[in-house]
């Protein structure tokens, strides 16, 4: 379903028809979830997060411009919500588990059509290895096709700094990829 279906669907939403909201939960659930996998690693966390990103979406429609994508409006309510999850999970670690390690549960894929072929999947390992602020860039631009301008919008950067992170990512990449042995170049 594109954006100009769900707009009429939308609006019913936030008048309180709540078989409009599930229509829209579902047309952009599975988008949403997949987002949200690529940038935290914990099963729970992620689905805690995608409920937040919609609670977040029924609070904040009123700001929602239809002039605009809203997909791209979605993401940007998504990948804030990620950032305030980490900031969150920073402080509370720093707070309460300064002498523990955190360890990450490995997300177990529930849409494999995505994920086929082991070099995707050694580029994911990859990706996810970067720091958020360069893995974050790589999966709106490489996931979601968003052109740089859009994720500075997205992410309230200035586009220079989104293209230093794509650069430092990518550079990174190329370097890690080379050092597991992948036979592809990373562009």
Request: with cysteine; net charge positive; aromatic share 12%.
């Amino acid at each position: 379903m594109n954006d100009k279906e769900l707009l009429p669907w939308l609006e019913k939403a936030t008048l309180g028809d709540e078989s409009a909201f599930q229509l829209v939960y579902q047309a952009t659930h599975q988008d949403v979830y997949r987002t949200v996998a690529f940038l935290v690693y914990n099963k729970q966390d992620i689905e805690d997060i995608v409920n937040e990103v919609y609670m977040r979406m029924w609070r904040s429609f009123h700001n929602y411009d239809p002039n605009r994508s809203f997909r791209f409006w979605l993401h940007g309510i998504t990948v804030r919500q990620v950032q305030d999850w980490k900031r969150k999970a920073w402080r509370r670690i720093r707070l309460f588990e300064r002498n523990r390690q955190m360890t990450c549960e490995q997300f177990d894929w529930t849409d494999k059509a995505v994920l086929q072929s082991e070099m995707q999947l050694e580029l994911l390992s990859l990706v996810r290895q970067l720091s958020y602020k360069l893995s974050v860039v790589v999966i709106l631009r490489y996931f979601h096709d968003y052109a740089l301008e859009e994720i500075a919008d997205m992410l309230q950067i200035p586009v220079g700094t989104v293209k230093s992170r794509h650069h430092l990512a990518l550079k990174e990449l190329r370097k890690r990829f080379g050092m597991t042995g992948g036979d592809a170049y990373v562009h």
